[in-house]
Structures are given as structure tokens and as C-alpha cells.
């Protein structure tokens, strides 16, 4: 069983940046596949970022250039480093971590854009 947890979350004026954090339990943290994922009002939750276990990144269209996910296997921690915010990127952002079969999901932290 891992756990993971989210922060880094809050409101931000448009053009800022915000810094995501998901700390995970567990020791063997380098074998997990991590990702972000978000979920605007009223709308399905949409993926965001990936980052496999060789620290290979992929990123969806609409953050490429702007999100850069990293992780750090000594701190068991990946992170979601967003600059050039705009209003369309307010939601709720969730950590996702995976392997094999098993699949997890964090409680998700808030992320507020004013424009």
C-alpha cells in the first residue's frame, strides 16, 4: 500500500508560479511510476505529467514548456514545478503513482489562478 499526499497548492495571480510536492510512503518509491493529473469545475479529471521510473518526462500539450515534473527517489517525493500560470489551469491537482497493476491516487491539493 502506498500513500501519498499532495501540497504546495494555493492561488496565485495569473503569470505566477506554484510548486506541487507528493511525498509517498513506502520504500520502494524509484519502482513507481508518478504522474499529476487535474481536475477543473465541471469538468473530468485530465492528466497533466508523467515521470517513469528512468526519470523519463512527458507532459500534456496544454502545460508543455510551462510544468516541468521531477522527482527525487531519496526524498520520495515527485514534484510539479508550474510557471506561467493562466486561469484555465485552476482545479484540483492529484498524484498518481503506479506499478504493475497497482495504481494509487493522492487526496489532491487546490490550485486557484486569478486572471
Known amino acids: 500500500q502506498v500513500q501519498l499526499v499532495e501540497s504546495g497548492g494555493g492561488l496565485v495571480q495569473a503569470g505566477g508560479s506554484l510548486r506541487l510536492s507528493c511525498a509517498a510512503s513506502?520504500?520502494?518509491?524509484?519502482?513507481?511510476?508518478m504522474g499529476w493529473y487535474r481536475q477543473a469545475p465541471g469538468k473530468q479529471r485530465e492528466w497533466v505529467a508523467t515521470?517513469?521510473?528512468?526519470?523519463?518526462?512527458n507532459y500534456a500539450d496544454s502545460v508543455k514548456g510551462r510544468f516541468t515534473i521531477s522527482r527525487d527517489n531519496a526524498k520520495n517525493t515527485v514534484y510539479l514545478q508550474m510557471n506561467s500560470l493562466n486561469a484555465e489551469d485552476t482545479g484540483v491537482y492529484y498524484c498518481?503513482?503506479?506499478?504493475?497493476?497497482?495504481?494509487?491516487w493522492g487526496q489532491g491539493t487546490q490550485v486557484t489562478v486569478s486572471s
Open positions: 498518481r503513482a503506479w506499478v504493475s497493476v497497482r495504481n494509487y
Open positions: 513506502g520504500n520502494i518509491f524509484s519502482a513507481y511510476g
Open positions: 515521470i517513469n521510473t528512468g526519470g523519463i518526462t
